[in-house]
Structure formats: structure tokens, C-alpha cells
């Protein structure tokens, strides 16, 4: 059983997920409703009423599977959530922490390459990033990457 893998951070970029997962298979796009993307270093989804994230959709195997886990430090760094519709099972992975911080260059160039790879509005991308600048603390979470337009004062 084929399991469709829902990806919002690096592993939207084909070449990426290319190495990581070589049986995955790029399926489409969707926006997955009633939540929000953020970043803590790295990329998250949060549960938010009224809000969307645009997803790249993967078909999966176990193996792949697998190899996100590892990828992901599940269970450690990340969970796991599940949908079902109808005889498809979705699966996204949710971060395990709290808080805001901007992520490093090189991460979001991969984000950056994937929302093009799967044809995805930047939109999402920098109202995240913007969010995740007003809200990051300097408290030692946020010493990543913010660009300028983005910055609050």
C-alpha cells in the first residue's frame, strides 16, 4: 500500500527528495485547508482555522517512508499526521517543538526550488517567513536567515 505524503518544506525540491526517496513519484499540488506554515529552523505546519498551505503531493512507498523518518528525526524532531478520504491514506509531518526561528539560506534555496518545482505561490512562502519574523524571539531560536523585505522594524 502506497501511503501520499503531504511535503511543505525541503522535500517539495525534486532533486532533493530525488536522493532521499528515488521510488517516491511527484503526483500534483494542493492546498491543505486549516493550516499554517511557519518555520522553527526549519519548516512546520500548525493547525489554523481559515488559513491554507500549499503541499506537494508524493506517492510513497514503506522505504520511503523510512528514509523521511530518518530525514525528519521522527520521532524525536518531528510527528506524524494522518488523513484518510475515501482508500487514500495522506501523512504530513508536524514538528514536536514550539517557538519561531528563521531558517538557514541553504534550507529555504531547497523551499524555494521545490515551490517552483511544483508551480506553488511564493505567497504562502514569505507570508511564513514574515510571520515567523515577527514572532521568532532573540533568545537563541533565532539566529537564521530573514530577508530584509521581510523584517519588521
Known amino acids: 500500500m502506497k501511503t501520499i505524503y503531504l511535503a511543505y518544506g525541503s522535500n517539495l525540491d525534486m532533486g532533493q527528495m530525488a536522493t532521499r526517496c528515488p521510488k517516491a513519484k511527484a503526483i500534483g499540488a494542493m492546498l491543505l485547508p ?11 505546519i500548525i493547525p489554523a482555522k481559515g488559513a491554507f498551505v500549499p503541499v506537494g503531493l508524493w506517492e510513497i512507498t514503506e522505504d520511503c517512508e523510512k528514509s523521511l523518518d530518518r530525514y525528519e528525526g521522527f520521532p524525536n524532531l518531528y510527528g506524524k499526521q494522518y488523513w ?8 504530513a509531518y508536524t514538528m514536536n517543538r514550539d517557538g519561531f526561528a528563521a531558517p538557514n539560506p541553504m534550507y529555504l534555496a531547497g523551499i524555494f526550488q521545490g515551490y517552483e518545482d511544483f508551480s506553488l505561490d511564493r505567497h504562502y512562502l514569505q507570508e511564513a517567513l514574515a510571520m515567523t519574523a515577527l514572532y521568532a524571539s532573540d ?7 530573514v530577508p530584509k523585505r521581510l523584517r519588521t522594524q
Open 84 to 91: 484518510k478520504k475515501g482508500k487514500k491514506t495522506y501523512m
Open 139 to 145: 533568545e537563541g531560536e533565532n539566529l537564521g536567515y
Open 34 to 44: 486549516d493550516w499554517r506554515l511557519i518555520f522553527r529552523g526549519v519548516a512546520d
